[in-house]
């Protein structure tokens, strides 16, 4: 089983920042992609941001230029930097990680409990 850890969430004023942490441990062979999702009350879930393990990034159109998503150096951590927060940002933030668990599976998506970041104006 795998299982993934997050922290970082909480209240913030606009024009704030946040550094939310995830941490992948359980039965890992290797971690493709790492990212982070968002869902805010009443909407769906969506990207926010994604890392590949070769550190190709992707961001929402909607964060780029404010966000910066990396992996730690254990490989199994993901972070996002979120700068210039503002309130429609607020939402839950979820930690996505494809990992593969031996060397002959596929990847499989696993997905954090959630993390509440919000936003005050």
């Known amino acids: 089983q795998v299982q993934l850890v997050e922290s970082g969430g909480g209240l913030v004023q606009s024009g704030g920042s946040l550094r939310l942490s995830c941490a992948a441990s359980g039965s890992i062979f290797s971690i493709n992609a790492m990212g982070w999702y968002r869902q805010a009350p009443g909407k769906q879930r969506e990207l926010v941001a994604v890392?590949?393990?070769?550190?190709?990034?992707n961001y929402a159109d909607s964060v780029k230029g404010r966000s910066t998503i990396s992996r730690g150096n254990a490989k199994n951590m993901v972070y996002l930097q979120m700068n210039s927060l503002k309130p429609e940002d607020t939402a839950v933030y979820y930690c996505n990680v494809h990992v593969v668990r031996s060397y002959s599976d596929t990847p499989v998506a696993y997905w954090g409990q959630g993390t509440q970041v919000t936003v005050s104006s």
């Open positions: 890392i590949t393990s070769g550190g190709i990034t």
